[in-house]
């Protein structure tokens, strides 16, 4: 298997994508279907903000079709899931520091289980209202993908910091395979990821 970048001041070699000013494009195009009707899904990020303010780490969307992560400060989150958006409270991340954030979706649990935050290796309480669609809608090839920043209302909401190590899966990973990612805060430099047979995209930013 390929070696992970390490986003870790301890290790020599890490690399990462500075996300300020700037954002990191992601294929859209090729990603649309990939994840296009799906109903199970993971993203492991890792990233360091440098100070705490209304910032998105992941976002992909075709027209009211969307997948995003929001950071919005240091006690409310958004995740958004096509045309809706729910708020996810207590997700207090250390600034100048790296994280681990994993983002999974399982259509077939029940409504407040269908999205799982973790953080740093633990699952984060969440507040939701509405219904989670059972299935992710449809994306075409107009599709926009972005790291570290998404626009909204006109606006661009860029990630102050350093974003790294982008995984995304076609399978909802369960607390053990999340527990593997994060590895006590260093990332697994080599060997087989967990269910390797459904990562579908790897963004190293190296």
């Given at each position: ?99 681990n954030v994993v983002f999974v979706f399982d259509g077939s649990q029940a409504n407040v ?22 299935t992710l809608g449809t994306f075409g090839a107009s599709t926009l993908a972005n790291l ?37 805060g260093v990332p697994l430099l080599s060997g087989t990821q967990p269910q390797a047979a ?9």
């Amino acid at each position: 298997a390929s070696t992970l970048t390490v986003p870790n001041e301890s290790v020599a070699d890490a690399t990462v994508f500075e996300s300020d000013p700037g954002f990191f494009d992601l294929p859209g195009s090729s990603l649309a279907p990939i994840l296009s009707g799906i109903s199970n899904f993971t993203l492991s990020l890792w990233y360091k903000q440098d100070a705490v303010s209304n910032r998105f780490l992941f976002d992909i969307k075709d027209g009211t079709n969307r997948m995003a992560l929001q950071l919005v400060n240091a006690s409310t989150n958004y995740f958004y899931f096509n045309s809706a958006f729910n708020a996810y409270s207590a997700v207090d991340t250390p600034i100048n520091q790296w994280n681990n954030v994993v983002f999974v979706f399982d259509g077939s649990q029940a409504n407040v289980d269908r999205i799982k935050l973790y953080v740093n290796g633990s699952r984060i309480t969440a507040s939701i209202t509405g219904t989670i669609d059972a299935t992710l809608g449809t994306f075409g090839a107009s599709t926009l993908a972005n790291l570290a920043a998404a626009s909204t209302g006109g606006s661009l909401y860029a990630l102050n910091g350093e974003i790294a190590n982008t995984q995304m899966w076609t399978t909802s990973l369960g607390a053990t395979d999340v527990t593997t990612l994060y590895n006590n805060g260093v990332p697994l430099l080599s060997g087989t990821q967990p269910q390797a047979a459904n990562l579908k995209a790897w963004y190293k930013l190296n």
